[in-house]
Protein backbone atom coordinates (compact mmCIF):
# COMPACT_ATOMS: atom_id res chain seq x y z
CA UNK A 1 0.00 0.00 0.00
CA UNK A 2 1.52 3.82 -0.91
CA UNK A 3 1.67 5.92 1.99
CA UNK A 4 -1.35 8.99 1.49
CA UNK A 5 -0.10 12.21 2.47
CA UNK A 6 -1.82 13.97 5.59
CA UNK A 7 -4.30 15.86 2.70
CA UNK A 8 -5.29 14.79 -0.52
CA UNK A 9 -4.34 18.57 -1.86
CA UNK A 10 -0.77 18.63 -0.63
CA UNK A 11 0.05 17.21 -4.14
CA UNK A 12 -0.68 21.08 -5.61
CA UNK A 13 2.93 21.73 -6.43
CA UNK A 14 3.57 18.35 -8.62
CA UNK A 15 -0.04 18.87 -10.12
CA UNK A 16 0.92 22.63 -11.00
CA UNK A 17 3.84 21.98 -12.58
CA UNK A 18 2.25 19.14 -14.60
CA UNK A 19 -0.44 21.54 -15.85
CA UNK A 20 2.16 23.90 -16.79
CA UNK A 21 4.51 21.36 -18.38
CA UNK A 22 1.60 19.04 -20.41
CA UNK A 23 1.32 22.23 -22.41
CA UNK A 24 4.73 21.49 -24.00
CA UNK A 25 3.23 18.35 -25.76
CA UNK A 26 1.86 19.02 -28.78
CA UNK A 27 -1.37 17.04 -30.33
CA UNK A 28 -1.84 19.22 -33.36
CA UNK A 29 0.44 16.36 -35.51
CA UNK A 30 -2.00 13.61 -33.43
CA UNK A 31 -1.41 10.53 -35.69
CA UNK A 32 0.67 12.22 -38.53
CA UNK A 33 3.65 10.58 -37.18
CA UNK A 34 4.98 6.64 -36.67
CA UNK A 35 6.52 5.86 -33.62
CA UNK A 36 10.29 4.55 -34.76
CA UNK A 37 11.81 4.10 -30.87
CA UNK A 38 14.48 1.66 -29.54
CA UNK A 39 11.64 -0.82 -29.08
CA UNK A 40 13.08 -4.04 -31.48
CA UNK A 41 11.93 -7.83 -31.45
CA UNK A 42 14.11 -10.20 -32.91
CA UNK A 43 13.34 -10.40 -36.86
CA UNK A 44 11.57 -13.58 -37.88
CA UNK A 45 13.61 -16.64 -39.48
CA UNK A 46 15.13 -15.90 -43.57
CA UNK A 47 13.45 -20.08 -43.72
CA UNK A 48 9.75 -18.68 -42.71
CA UNK A 49 9.79 -15.64 -45.68
CA UNK A 50 11.39 -17.45 -48.40
CA UNK A 51 9.14 -20.65 -47.87
CA UNK A 52 7.68 -21.28 -51.41
CA UNK A 53 3.74 -21.24 -51.34
CA UNK A 54 1.14 -21.63 -53.63
CA UNK A 55 -1.37 -18.87 -55.52
CA UNK A 56 -3.80 -18.09 -53.30
CA UNK A 57 -7.85 -17.66 -54.14
CA UNK A 58 -9.87 -15.08 -52.46
CA UNK A 59 -6.86 -12.60 -51.25
CA UNK A 60 -8.17 -10.28 -54.35
CA UNK A 61 -6.79 -9.19 -57.97
CA UNK A 62 -3.28 -6.89 -58.07
CA UNK A 63 -1.73 -7.08 -61.64
CA UNK A 64 0.94 -4.86 -62.82
CA UNK A 65 2.58 -5.78 -66.12
CA UNK A 66 6.22 -6.41 -65.29
CA UNK A 67 9.40 -7.54 -67.87
CA UNK A 68 9.44 -11.25 -67.58
CA UNK A 69 8.79 -13.68 -70.13
CA UNK A 70 7.86 -16.10 -66.93
CA UNK A 71 4.41 -16.30 -66.94
CA UNK A 72 4.03 -17.78 -63.04
CA UNK A 73 7.21 -15.03 -62.19
CA UNK A 74 4.25 -12.34 -63.14
CA UNK A 75 1.61 -14.37 -61.11
CA UNK A 76 3.51 -14.77 -58.21
CA UNK A 77 4.44 -10.32 -58.16
CA UNK A 78 1.23 -10.28 -58.46
CA UNK A 79 0.40 -11.78 -55.46
CA UNK A 80 2.64 -9.95 -53.99
CA UNK A 81 0.86 -6.81 -54.58
CA UNK A 82 -1.98 -8.12 -53.59
CA UNK A 83 -0.72 -9.00 -50.23
CA UNK A 84 1.43 -5.81 -49.72
CA UNK A 85 -2.25 -4.09 -50.34
CA UNK A 86 -3.85 -5.80 -47.42
CA UNK A 87 -0.95 -5.26 -45.24
CA UNK A 88 0.21 -9.68 -45.14
CA UNK A 89 3.78 -8.99 -45.36
CA UNK A 90 5.53 -12.15 -44.62
CA UNK A 91 2.84 -13.68 -47.17
CA UNK A 92 3.76 -11.09 -49.63
CA UNK A 93 7.47 -11.74 -48.98
CA UNK A 94 7.17 -15.32 -49.62
CA UNK A 95 5.34 -14.12 -52.76
CA UNK A 96 8.05 -11.72 -54.16
CA UNK A 97 10.62 -14.59 -52.91
CA UNK A 98 8.67 -17.39 -55.37
CA UNK A 99 9.00 -14.82 -58.15
CA UNK A 100 12.76 -14.50 -57.98
CA UNK A 101 13.05 -18.85 -57.97
CA UNK A 102 11.38 -18.45 -61.20
CA UNK A 103 13.14 -15.40 -62.62
CA UNK A 104 16.00 -14.42 -60.77
CA UNK A 105 15.71 -11.43 -63.08
CA UNK A 106 13.16 -9.57 -61.78
CA UNK A 107 14.30 -6.13 -60.28
CA UNK A 108 10.79 -5.37 -59.06
CA UNK A 109 10.04 -8.36 -56.98
CA UNK A 110 13.26 -7.21 -54.83
CA UNK A 111 12.03 -3.82 -54.57
CA UNK A 112 8.61 -5.22 -53.64
CA UNK A 113 10.77 -7.09 -50.77
CA UNK A 114 11.93 -4.07 -49.64
CA UNK A 115 8.62 -3.01 -48.52
CA UNK A 116 7.97 -5.60 -47.00
CA UNK A 117 11.02 -5.72 -45.30
CA UNK A 118 10.23 -2.74 -43.51
CA UNK A 119 6.84 -3.78 -42.61
CA UNK A 120 8.49 -6.65 -40.86
CA UNK A 121 10.82 -4.95 -38.16
CA UNK A 122 13.93 -5.95 -40.73
CA UNK A 123 15.92 -2.60 -41.60
CA UNK A 124 18.71 -3.70 -42.76
CA UNK A 125 17.53 -6.01 -45.12
CA UNK A 126 14.89 -3.12 -46.97
CA UNK A 127 18.16 -0.96 -48.50
CA UNK A 128 19.61 -4.49 -49.61
CA UNK A 129 16.70 -5.72 -51.42
CA UNK A 130 16.06 -2.46 -53.14
CA UNK A 131 20.30 -2.42 -53.63
CA UNK A 132 19.50 -5.87 -55.36
CA UNK A 133 16.93 -4.25 -57.88
CA UNK A 134 18.91 -1.13 -58.74
CA UNK A 135 21.91 -3.26 -59.83
CA UNK A 136 19.12 -5.20 -61.91
CA UNK A 137 17.46 -2.45 -62.91
CA UNK A 138 19.73 -1.48 -66.17
CA UNK A 139 18.35 -5.31 -68.11
CA UNK A 140 14.69 -4.35 -66.88
CA UNK A 141 11.93 -2.83 -68.99
CA UNK A 142 11.94 1.58 -68.54
CA UNK A 143 8.45 0.71 -66.45
CA UNK A 144 10.58 -1.46 -64.05
CA UNK A 145 12.86 1.28 -63.80
CA UNK A 146 10.58 4.00 -63.02
CA UNK A 147 9.28 1.99 -60.01
CA UNK A 148 12.36 1.29 -58.44
CA UNK A 149 13.53 4.57 -59.31
CA UNK A 150 10.45 5.90 -57.31
CA UNK A 151 10.68 3.50 -54.59
CA UNK A 152 14.50 4.54 -54.05
CA UNK A 153 13.12 8.11 -53.53
CA UNK A 154 10.28 7.19 -51.87
CA UNK A 155 13.03 5.26 -48.99
CA UNK A 156 15.32 8.11 -49.26
CA UNK A 157 12.04 10.00 -47.64
CA UNK A 158 11.92 7.91 -45.09
CA UNK A 159 14.82 7.73 -44.02
CA UNK A 160 13.86 11.55 -43.31
CA UNK A 161 10.76 11.75 -42.20
CA UNK A 162 11.33 15.11 -41.54
CA UNK A 163 12.95 17.03 -44.31
CA UNK A 164 10.22 18.18 -46.55
CA UNK A 165 12.58 18.28 -49.63
CA UNK A 166 12.74 14.46 -49.54
CA UNK A 167 9.33 14.08 -49.63
CA UNK A 168 8.90 16.76 -52.25
CA UNK A 169 11.19 14.55 -54.93
CA UNK A 170 9.38 11.82 -54.02
CA UNK A 171 6.08 13.07 -55.08
CA UNK A 172 8.11 14.58 -57.94
CA UNK A 173 9.07 11.57 -58.88
CA UNK A 174 5.57 9.87 -58.96
CA UNK A 175 4.15 12.91 -60.77
CA UNK A 176 6.91 11.91 -63.30
CA UNK A 177 6.07 8.19 -63.66
CA UNK A 178 2.68 9.54 -64.37
CA UNK A 179 3.62 11.30 -67.39
CA UNK A 180 5.53 8.17 -68.21
CA UNK A 181 2.98 5.70 -67.62
CA UNK A 182 -0.64 7.79 -67.42
CA UNK A 183 -2.59 4.21 -67.20
CA UNK A 184 -0.04 2.25 -64.30
CA UNK A 185 -2.64 2.00 -61.58
CA UNK A 186 0.56 1.48 -59.38
CA UNK A 187 1.82 4.74 -59.87
CA UNK A 188 -1.51 6.13 -59.20
CA UNK A 189 -2.43 4.16 -55.88
CA UNK A 190 1.25 5.07 -54.71
CA UNK A 191 0.46 8.59 -55.55
CA UNK A 192 -2.75 8.97 -52.98
CA UNK A 193 -0.71 7.44 -50.68
CA UNK A 194 2.11 10.57 -51.14
CA UNK A 195 -0.01 12.64 -50.22
CA UNK A 196 0.20 11.90 -47.07
CA UNK A 197 2.68 13.75 -44.53
CA UNK A 198 4.51 10.63 -44.12
CA UNK A 199 6.62 9.36 -46.48
CA UNK A 200 6.13 5.57 -45.04
CA UNK A 201 2.31 5.86 -45.62
CA UNK A 202 0.65 2.48 -46.33
CA UNK A 203 -2.87 3.45 -46.30
CA UNK A 204 -4.37 3.93 -42.96
CA UNK A 205 -3.63 8.03 -42.66
CA UNK A 206 -4.72 8.32 -46.32
CA UNK A 207 -5.60 12.08 -46.26
CA UNK A 208 -8.45 13.76 -48.07
CA UNK A 209 -6.64 14.88 -51.21
CA UNK A 210 -5.55 11.34 -51.77
CA UNK A 211 -9.18 10.09 -52.64
CA UNK A 212 -8.84 11.46 -56.61
CA UNK A 213 -5.53 9.28 -57.09
CA UNK A 214 -7.73 6.27 -55.56
CA UNK A 215 -10.73 7.33 -58.23
CA UNK A 216 -8.29 7.49 -61.05
CA UNK A 217 -6.81 3.88 -59.98
CA UNK A 218 -9.77 2.32 -59.55
CA UNK A 219 -11.05 3.38 -63.33
CA UNK A 220 -8.56 2.16 -64.95
CA UNK A 221 -8.53 -1.35 -63.08
CA UNK A 222 -11.88 -1.92 -61.85
CA UNK A 223 -11.29 -5.65 -60.97
CA UNK A 224 -8.19 -4.11 -58.85
CA UNK A 225 -9.12 -4.22 -55.27
CA UNK A 226 -6.48 -1.32 -53.17
CA UNK A 227 -8.12 1.39 -54.59
CA UNK A 228 -11.80 0.34 -52.31
CA UNK A 229 -9.39 -0.39 -49.27
CA UNK A 230 -7.26 2.94 -49.64
CA UNK A 231 -10.79 4.79 -50.60
CA UNK A 232 -12.37 3.26 -47.51
CA UNK A 233 -9.14 4.82 -45.24
CA UNK A 234 -9.27 8.34 -46.82
CA UNK A 235 -13.28 8.14 -46.52
CA UNK A 236 -13.13 7.50 -42.89
CA UNK A 237 -10.31 9.56 -42.12
CA UNK A 238 -12.70 12.54 -43.65
CA UNK A 239 -15.34 12.07 -41.18
CA UNK A 240 -17.39 10.40 -44.66
CA UNK A 241 -18.70 7.52 -43.03
CA UNK A 242 -21.44 6.06 -45.09
CA UNK A 243 -18.91 6.24 -48.20
CA UNK A 244 -16.15 4.28 -46.51
CA UNK A 245 -18.63 1.72 -45.64
CA UNK A 246 -19.64 1.57 -49.12
CA UNK A 247 -15.82 1.21 -50.45
CA UNK A 248 -15.39 -1.27 -47.50
CA UNK A 249 -17.72 -3.54 -48.46
CA UNK A 250 -16.97 -3.83 -51.82
CA UNK A 251 -13.20 -4.53 -50.38
CA UNK A 252 -14.45 -7.32 -48.78
CA UNK A 253 -16.06 -8.98 -51.14
CA UNK A 254 -13.28 -8.40 -53.55
CA UNK A 255 -10.72 -10.17 -51.05
CA UNK A 256 -12.94 -12.11 -48.47
CA UNK A 257 -9.83 -14.25 -47.69
CA UNK A 258 -8.35 -11.11 -46.52
CA UNK A 259 -7.96 -10.94 -42.41
CA UNK A 260 -7.78 -7.15 -43.40
CA UNK A 261 -10.82 -6.87 -45.83
CA UNK A 262 -13.38 -8.72 -43.26
CA UNK A 263 -11.47 -5.97 -40.45
CA UNK A 264 -11.62 -3.16 -42.52
CA UNK A 265 -15.70 -3.45 -43.29
CA UNK A 266 -15.86 -4.32 -38.99
CA UNK A 267 -14.48 -1.00 -38.90
CA UNK A 268 -17.28 0.89 -40.63
CA UNK A 269 -20.04 -1.09 -39.50
CA UNK A 270 -19.09 -0.27 -35.80
CA UNK A 271 -18.85 3.57 -36.89
CA UNK A 272 -22.01 2.99 -38.25
CA UNK A 273 -24.01 1.80 -35.60
CA UNK A 274 -24.38 -1.70 -36.48
CA UNK A 275 -22.16 -3.39 -33.59
CA UNK A 276 -23.63 -6.78 -34.60
CA UNK A 277 -22.48 -7.36 -37.67
CA UNK A 278 -18.87 -5.55 -37.11
CA UNK A 279 -18.73 -8.11 -34.63
CA UNK A 280 -19.36 -11.02 -37.00
CA UNK A 281 -16.90 -9.30 -39.50
CA UNK A 282 -14.30 -8.89 -36.54
CA UNK A 283 -14.57 -12.68 -35.75
CA UNK A 284 -14.64 -13.63 -39.27
CA UNK A 285 -11.23 -11.55 -39.48
CA UNK A 286 -9.99 -13.44 -36.46
CA UNK A 287 -10.60 -17.10 -37.93
CA UNK A 288 -9.08 -16.05 -40.68
CA UNK A 289 -5.94 -15.00 -38.64
CA UNK A 290 -5.99 -17.99 -36.68
CA UNK A 291 -6.09 -20.27 -40.08
CA UNK A 292 -3.28 -18.52 -41.15
CA UNK A 293 -0.70 -18.23 -37.77
CA UNK A 294 -1.39 -22.20 -37.07
CA UNK A 295 -1.21 -23.44 -40.91
CA UNK A 296 1.84 -21.26 -42.01
CA UNK A 297 3.82 -21.45 -37.99
CA UNK A 298 3.84 -17.53 -38.24
CA UNK A 299 5.19 -16.29 -34.83
CA UNK A 300 1.67 -14.36 -33.48
CA UNK A 301 4.18 -11.27 -32.24
CA UNK A 302 4.96 -10.99 -36.28
CA UNK A 303 1.03 -10.13 -37.29
CA UNK A 304 0.16 -6.61 -35.91
CA UNK A 305 -2.98 -7.10 -37.58
CA UNK A 306 -3.96 -10.11 -35.13
CA UNK A 307 -3.71 -8.41 -32.54
CA UNK A 308 -5.41 -5.31 -33.89
CA UNK A 309 -8.54 -6.93 -34.56
CA UNK A 310 -8.68 -8.95 -31.04
CA UNK A 311 -8.39 -5.26 -29.24
CA UNK A 312 -11.69 -4.49 -31.72
CA UNK A 313 -13.59 -7.57 -31.65
CA UNK A 314 -12.98 -7.06 -27.81
CA UNK A 315 -13.71 -3.52 -27.03
CA UNK A 316 -17.19 -4.21 -29.30
CA UNK A 317 -18.06 -6.80 -26.99
CA UNK A 318 -17.22 -4.05 -24.16
CA UNK A 319 -19.65 -1.71 -26.13
CA UNK A 320 -22.47 -4.07 -25.63
CA UNK A 321 -21.85 -5.22 -22.39
CA UNK A 322 -20.30 -8.47 -23.06
CA UNK A 323 -17.44 -8.13 -20.33
CA UNK A 324 -16.74 -11.92 -20.44
CA UNK A 325 -15.94 -12.03 -23.78
CA UNK A 326 -14.32 -8.74 -24.03
CA UNK A 327 -12.18 -9.70 -21.01
CA UNK A 328 -10.62 -12.93 -22.54
CA UNK A 329 -10.08 -11.14 -26.06
CA UNK A 330 -8.24 -7.66 -24.41
CA UNK A 331 -6.31 -9.95 -21.85
CA UNK A 332 -5.24 -12.09 -24.60
CA UNK A 333 -4.02 -9.23 -26.80
CA UNK A 334 -2.31 -7.81 -23.74
CA UNK A 335 -0.05 -10.55 -23.06
CA UNK A 336 1.08 -11.18 -26.68
CA UNK A 337 4.25 -9.06 -27.52
CA UNK A 338 3.83 -7.47 -30.69
CA UNK A 339 6.78 -5.65 -33.01
CA UNK A 340 4.39 -3.09 -33.46
CA UNK A 341 5.11 -0.01 -31.26
CA UNK A 342 1.67 1.41 -31.66
CA UNK A 343 0.12 -2.44 -31.53
CA UNK A 344 2.44 -2.40 -28.05
CA UNK A 345 0.46 1.45 -27.41
CA UNK A 346 -2.90 0.02 -28.44
CA UNK A 347 -2.37 -2.57 -25.55
CA UNK A 348 -3.79 0.52 -23.04
CA UNK A 349 -7.25 -1.06 -23.89
CA UNK A 350 -6.71 -3.43 -21.32
CA UNK A 351 -6.34 -1.52 -18.14
CA UNK A 352 -8.74 0.90 -19.63
CA UNK A 353 -10.85 -1.83 -19.35
CA UNK A 354 -10.10 -3.04 -15.89
CA UNK A 355 -10.30 0.21 -14.57
CA UNK A 356 -13.74 0.37 -16.27
CA UNK A 357 -14.59 -2.45 -14.42
CA UNK A 358 -13.39 -1.14 -11.18
CA UNK A 359 -10.80 -3.61 -10.74
CA UNK A 360 -8.49 -0.56 -10.33
CA UNK A 361 -5.66 -2.86 -8.56
CA UNK A 362 -5.58 -5.59 -11.64
CA UNK A 363 -4.85 -2.26 -14.38
CA UNK A 364 -2.04 -0.96 -11.93
CA UNK A 365 -0.43 -4.17 -12.44
CA UNK A 366 -1.23 -4.25 -16.03
CA UNK A 367 0.27 -0.34 -16.60
CA UNK A 368 3.20 -1.91 -14.62
CA UNK A 369 3.83 -3.99 -17.79
CA UNK A 370 4.30 -1.27 -19.80
CA UNK A 371 5.80 0.74 -18.08
CA UNK A 372 8.67 -1.56 -18.37
CA UNK A 373 8.20 -1.59 -22.11
CA UNK A 374 11.71 -0.79 -23.83
CA UNK A 375 9.87 1.83 -26.14
CA UNK A 376 9.81 5.34 -24.51
CA UNK A 377 6.34 5.76 -25.84
CA UNK A 378 5.16 2.29 -24.19
CA UNK A 379 6.69 3.32 -21.08
CA UNK A 380 5.06 6.86 -20.98
CA UNK A 381 1.35 5.21 -21.70
CA UNK A 382 2.34 2.92 -19.39
CA UNK A 383 2.75 5.91 -16.55
CA UNK A 384 -0.74 7.53 -17.74
CA UNK A 385 -2.61 4.49 -16.96
CA UNK A 386 -0.79 3.69 -13.94
CA UNK A 387 -1.61 7.26 -12.99
CA UNK A 388 -5.25 6.92 -13.75
CA UNK A 389 -5.26 3.83 -11.82
CA UNK A 390 -3.55 5.46 -8.82
CA UNK A 391 -6.49 8.14 -8.81
CA UNK A 392 -8.92 5.22 -8.78
CA UNK A 393 -7.11 3.76 -5.45
CA UNK A 394 -6.83 6.98 -4.24
CA UNK A 395 -3.42 7.83 -4.24
CA UNK A 396 -3.15 11.58 -5.62
CA UNK A 397 0.12 11.87 -4.89
CA UNK A 398 2.15 8.84 -6.62
CA UNK A 399 -0.44 9.59 -9.64
CA UNK A 400 0.84 13.01 -9.59
CA UNK A 401 4.42 11.57 -10.14
CA UNK A 402 3.42 9.16 -12.82
CA UNK A 403 1.69 12.11 -14.75
CA UNK A 404 5.29 13.72 -14.59
CA UNK A 405 7.37 10.36 -15.39
CA UNK A 406 5.31 10.33 -18.93
CA UNK A 407 5.67 13.73 -19.29
CA UNK A 408 9.51 13.33 -19.23
CA UNK A 409 9.52 10.72 -21.13
CA UNK A 410 7.79 12.56 -23.87
CA UNK A 411 10.33 15.42 -24.08
CA UNK A 412 12.88 16.13 -26.11
CA UNK A 413 10.79 15.73 -29.80
CA UNK A 414 10.10 12.36 -29.26
CA UNK A 415 8.59 10.99 -32.50
CA UNK A 416 5.02 9.99 -31.94
CA UNK A 417 4.49 11.88 -28.81
CA UNK A 418 1.07 12.71 -29.84
CA UNK A 419 -0.39 9.21 -29.85
CA UNK A 420 0.24 9.83 -26.27
CA UNK A 421 -0.94 13.10 -25.17
CA UNK A 422 -4.69 13.37 -24.77
CA UNK A 423 -4.04 10.40 -22.44
CA UNK A 424 -1.56 12.40 -20.65
CA UNK A 425 -3.94 15.55 -20.36
CA UNK A 426 -7.03 13.61 -19.52
CA UNK A 427 -5.00 12.13 -16.57
CA UNK A 428 -4.22 15.70 -15.17
CA UNK A 429 -7.54 16.70 -15.32
CA UNK A 430 -9.10 13.76 -13.59
CA UNK A 431 -6.14 14.43 -11.25
CA UNK A 432 -7.19 18.08 -10.66
CA UNK A 433 -10.73 16.97 -10.40
CA UNK A 434 -10.07 14.92 -7.41
CA UNK A 435 -7.89 17.04 -5.93
CA UNK A 436 -10.04 20.07 -5.59
CA UNK A 437 -8.74 22.35 -8.23
CA UNK A 438 -12.03 21.91 -10.45
CA UNK A 439 -12.19 24.39 -13.00
CA UNK A 440 -8.57 23.52 -14.13
CA UNK A 441 -9.95 19.95 -13.97
CA UNK A 442 -12.82 20.71 -16.15
CA UNK A 443 -10.68 23.19 -18.33
CA UNK A 444 -7.98 20.00 -19.09
CA UNK A 445 -10.85 17.26 -19.36
CA UNK A 446 -12.96 19.86 -21.73
CA UNK A 447 -9.75 20.21 -24.43
CA UNK A 448 -9.78 16.16 -23.76
CA UNK A 449 -12.83 15.35 -25.00
CA UNK A 450 -12.85 18.35 -27.83
CA UNK A 451 -9.07 16.47 -29.12
CA UNK A 452 -10.32 13.56 -29.34
CA UNK A 453 -13.94 13.79 -30.22
CA UNK A 454 -12.18 15.36 -33.50
CA UNK A 455 -9.90 12.52 -34.71
CA UNK A 456 -11.14 11.07 -37.77
CA UNK A 457 -11.77 7.42 -37.97
CA UNK A 458 -13.98 4.44 -36.17
CA UNK A 459 -11.39 3.34 -33.85
CA UNK A 460 -11.01 6.64 -32.47
CA UNK A 461 -14.28 6.84 -32.24
CA UNK A 462 -14.84 3.94 -30.18
CA UNK A 463 -11.60 5.02 -27.85
CA UNK A 464 -13.10 8.29 -27.42
CA UNK A 465 -16.69 6.77 -26.78
CA UNK A 466 -14.89 4.80 -23.42
CA UNK A 467 -12.78 7.62 -22.37
CA UNK A 468 -15.78 10.46 -22.24
CA UNK A 469 -17.40 7.53 -20.50
CA UNK A 470 -14.40 7.50 -17.99
CA UNK A 471 -14.22 11.25 -17.62
CA UNK A 472 -18.33 10.94 -16.68
CA UNK A 473 -17.59 8.21 -13.92
CA UNK A 474 -14.91 10.49 -12.65
CA UNK A 475 -16.90 13.43 -12.31
CA UNK A 476 -19.72 11.78 -10.69
CA UNK A 477 -16.86 9.86 -8.28
CA UNK A 478 -15.43 13.54 -7.50
CA UNK A 479 -19.39 14.98 -7.02
CA UNK A 480 -19.36 17.62 -9.41
CA UNK A 481 -22.61 16.55 -11.24
CA UNK A 482 -22.50 19.61 -13.09
CA UNK A 483 -19.50 18.51 -15.00
CA UNK A 484 -21.13 14.57 -14.83
CA UNK A 485 -23.87 16.27 -16.98
CA UNK A 486 -21.86 18.01 -19.42
CA UNK A 487 -19.93 14.78 -19.45
CA UNK A 488 -22.99 12.61 -20.71
CA UNK A 489 -24.36 15.37 -23.32
CA UNK A 490 -20.66 14.96 -24.57
CA UNK A 491 -21.56 11.28 -24.76
CA UNK A 492 -25.33 11.72 -26.34
CA UNK A 493 -23.80 13.70 -29.04
CA UNK A 494 -20.99 11.25 -29.66
CA UNK A 495 -22.46 8.30 -29.47
CA UNK A 496 -26.00 8.19 -28.94
CA UNK A 497 -26.15 4.08 -29.35
CA UNK A 498 -24.27 3.44 -26.35
CA UNK A 499 -26.15 2.05 -23.16
CA UNK A 500 -23.43 3.65 -21.60
CA UNK A 501 -24.46 7.20 -22.99
CA UNK A 502 -28.27 6.82 -21.23
CA UNK A 503 -26.87 4.85 -17.93
CA UNK A 504 -24.94 7.96 -17.44
CA UNK A 505 -27.59 10.60 -18.63
CA UNK A 506 -30.24 8.39 -16.33
CA UNK A 507 -27.51 8.21 -13.05
CA UNK A 508 -27.60 12.60 -13.39
CA UNK A 509 -31.34 12.54 -13.81
CA UNK A 510 -31.72 10.85 -10.85
CA UNK A 511 -28.94 12.63 -8.92
CA UNK A 512 -31.30 16.09 -10.22
CA UNK A 513 -34.15 14.52 -8.75
CA UNK A 514 -36.00 13.68 -12.27
CA UNK A 515 -37.28 10.14 -11.95
CA UNK A 516 -38.91 10.16 -14.81
CA UNK A 517 -36.14 11.13 -17.28
CA UNK A 518 -33.93 8.58 -15.07
CA UNK A 519 -36.35 6.00 -16.10
CA UNK A 520 -36.29 6.91 -19.82
CA UNK A 521 -32.23 6.96 -19.73
CA UNK A 522 -32.09 3.77 -17.81
CA UNK A 523 -35.11 2.18 -20.22
CA UNK A 524 -33.09 2.89 -22.63
CA UNK A 525 -29.65 1.61 -21.84
CA UNK A 526 -31.39 -1.85 -20.61
CA UNK A 527 -32.61 -2.39 -24.23
CA UNK A 528 -29.13 -1.44 -25.45
CA UNK A 529 -27.97 -3.85 -23.22
CA UNK A 530 -30.36 -6.70 -24.59
CA UNK A 531 -26.96 -8.71 -25.20
CA UNK A 532 -24.96 -8.07 -22.05
CA UNK A 533 -23.54 -10.45 -19.97
CA UNK A 534 -26.50 -11.53 -16.92
CA UNK A 535 -24.13 -10.10 -14.26
CA UNK A 536 -23.74 -7.09 -15.66
CA UNK A 537 -23.41 -4.67 -12.55
CA UNK A 538 -24.45 -1.71 -14.99
CA UNK A 539 -27.83 -3.63 -16.01
CA UNK A 540 -28.36 -4.99 -12.52
CA UNK A 541 -28.69 -1.43 -11.32
CA UNK A 542 -30.85 -0.04 -14.51
CA UNK A 543 -33.21 -3.13 -13.75
CA UNK A 544 -33.39 -2.27 -9.66
CA UNK A 545 -34.45 1.12 -10.33
CA UNK A 546 -36.86 0.11 -12.84
CA UNK A 547 -38.22 -2.36 -11.11
CA UNK A 548 -38.23 0.36 -7.77
CA UNK A 549 -39.87 2.46 -9.56
CA UNK A 550 -42.73 0.02 -10.84
CA UNK A 551 -43.34 -1.07 -7.18
CA UNK A 552 -44.22 2.51 -6.20
CA UNK A 553 -46.27 2.87 -9.12
CA UNK A 554 -48.02 -0.14 -7.80
CA UNK A 555 -48.13 1.00 -4.41
CA UNK A 556 -49.46 4.61 -5.31
CA UNK A 557 -52.46 2.95 -7.56
CA UNK A 558 -53.27 0.34 -4.93
CA UNK A 559 -56.53 1.85 -3.05
Known amino acids: MVKQLPSRLSCLSSLSRLFFLVALVTTATLFAQSPHDSHTMPPLSRDLLERPLPLRPGIGLAHDAVSTKVTEAQAFYDQGLAYLHSYMWVEAARSFHHALRLDSKLAVADMGLSYAYVELNAPADAPAALDRARSMAPGASAHDRCHIDVRAAQMAAEDAPADAAKLASY ?131 HDWHYHHNLDLLGTSYQYVGRMTKAEAL ?131 WAQTTFTIDAIARTAREAADWEFAAWSAQQLLEHDAAYAGTHYALGLVARHNGDQAAARVEFDRARALWAQADPGLSELRDVRGLSELKDLRDIKRSTP
Not at 351 to 357: I, M, S, Y
Request: no cysteine.
Open 330 to 460: LKKSFEMPSTSVEQELNKREWPVFLRARGRASDALAAADVMRAHSSRLVQAMGHVQAGLARLALKQFDVAAMDANAALGLLRGRLEGAGLVAPALRHLQGELFLLTGQREKGRSALRQTVKELRALPGPDN
Open 171 to 301: RIALDEALKMFPSDEEFWLQRGLAESADPAERGQGSVPSAIPYYEKARALAPTHFAAHHYLAHAFENSNRSADALAQAEVYAKMAPQAPHARHMLGHELRRAGRIADAIAEFTAADRLEVEYIDREKVPAA
